[in-house]
């Protein structure tokens, strides 16, 4: 029994060791794609430096980190177990009484407890900072409508301001929203006008309103000006280049939430009328990754530990690694069922896993038992 302990704890660290090695060099060819990718697009913006594209980059960091983790569980697995098999260590534990399930135990809960410390502490800061570079990516590389932020009961949106010739911006705030029968309702309604250069023109009242074509149009509303009195105005047209599709697409994405944030959140978009498909199949995916992590796990160990006197070690090897992108293509495809809504979210985030995990198995079984 001390033994197996023993052994257990040597191949777990040895498990850990290749994962984390493996992590980090994927991650950072990733980060280098995307560095370049980024430096690609500021080309044509002269007055954004290298300081801003850096910091982008840098805050992407967790993000690919999160989404390489599996495929890190499993070619480093791989690999470690391939070492091991190659250099006879777990012939002879095999062959001295210890069963493949014993030594494997350690290495699976390591991956387990890798994936659990994704979902709990990694993807809380992943979102944040992926929040944080998004909001860069917005001020500076991207044109257009501006980012839309919905928390809170509360809308908040930032668009081009075209009246009276101004080109600046509009910041509306409304302390309510529904979405009934199509129709996007706003109530306790604050807009900011702001010129080019950042300075207040008129700040915009309403109790309620909604967004008609082309246009929010708001009800009762009274505008004030710097030094001015406020003065009402009745009903008032707000133009706009937003739909009631665009504001749906424009919530914030699940990839900017935190797992911990993600339940409330559904639930406050539920209340409001909104789609929650997007982000309860993202954090289903969170839920599932500890599961995915030990499945990986598994799948390295059954393609990588048949003894190299057998032959055929590096079509075992590579059979792993593409089981490993099959069991991504699939859950990839699970996903667009799941946010089409062909598939409920619970089940396109878990039978991926539940499948690839019942693949290790059946292999394992087959390894061991013949």
């Known amino acids: 029994?001390?033994?197996?302990?023993?052994?257990?704890?040597?191949?777990?660290?040895?498990?850990?060791?290749?994962v984390l090695s493996m992590l980090a060099s994927l991650t950072g060819i990733v980060c280098l794609f995307d560095f370049i990718d980024l430096l690609r697009r500021v080309a044509t913006k002269p007055d954004v430096s290298t300081n801003v594209v850096t910091k982008i980059a840098a805050?992407?960091?967790?993000?690919?980190?999160?989404?390489?983790?599996?495929?890190?569980?499993?070619?480093?697995g791989i690999v470690c177990f391939w070492r091991l098999t190659r250099s006879s260590e777990l012939i002879v534990a095999r062959a001295s009484g210890v069963s493949a399930w014993q030594f494997l135990t350690a290495p699976v809960a390591c991956a387990i407890v890798t994936g659990a410390i994704g979902t709990m502490l990694i993807s809380p800061l992943s979102s944040m900072m992926y929040r944080q570079a998004e909001e860069l990516d917005q001020l500076y590389l991207r044109t257009g409508g501006g980012p839309l932020n919905f928390s809170s009961g509360s809308l908040w949106l930032r668009q081009s301001d075209t009246q009276e010739d101004t080109h600046g911006v509009a910041i509306l705030h409304a302390q309510g929203v529904q979405l009934k029968d199509g129709v996007l309702r706003i109530e306790g309604i604050t807009v900011l006008r702001l010129s080019p250069q950042d300075t207040l023109i008129s700040r915009i009242d309403a109790p309620s309103g909604y967004l008609a074509k082309g246009a929010w149009?708001?009800?009762?509303?009274?505008?004030?000006?710097?030094?001015e009195v406020q003065s009402p105005v009745g009903h008032m047209l707000l133009p706009t280049d937003l739909t009631v599709d665009r504001v749906q697409?424009?919530?914030?994405?699940p990839d900017t939430l935190s797992v911990?944030?993600?339940?409330?959140f559904i639930s406050l978009l539920e209340r409001s009328g909104f789609s929650s498909i997007r982000h309860r199949l993202h954090f289903q995916s969170l839920l599932a990754l500890p599961i995915l992590a030990g499945t990986m796990a598994l799948v390295?160990?059954?393609?990588s530990m048949r003894p190299s006197r057998h032959g055929g070690v590096a079509k075992m090897i590579g059979s792993g690694v593409a089981a490993g992108f099959l069991l991504f293509t699939v859950s990839k495809v699970a996903e667009q069922f799941g946010k089409s809504g062909a598939l409920p979210p619970l089940l396109a985030a878990w039978a991926p896993t539940l499948a690839g995990l019942c693949l290790a198995i059946t292999l394992l079984l087959h390894l061991e038992d013949g």
């Not at 029994?1 to 290749?18: G, P």
């Not at 390489?68 to 070619?75: K, M, Q, V």
């Not at 911990?260 to 409330?264: D, T, Y």
């Open 249 to 253: 697409e424009s919530f914030a994405s």
């Open 260 to 264: 911990w944030a993600l339940p409330s």
């Open 59 to 76: 805050l992407h960091i967790p993000y690919f980190s999160m989404e390489i983790l599996p495929f890190a569980i499993l070619l480093g």
């Open 217 to 227: 149009s708001l009800e009762g509303a009274s505008t004030v000006r710097p030094d």
């Open 300 to 303: 390295a160990a059954g393609f």
């Open 1 to 18: 029994m001390m033994v197996a302990v023993t052994l257990s704890r040597y191949i777990a660290r040895q498990f850990v060791l290749s």
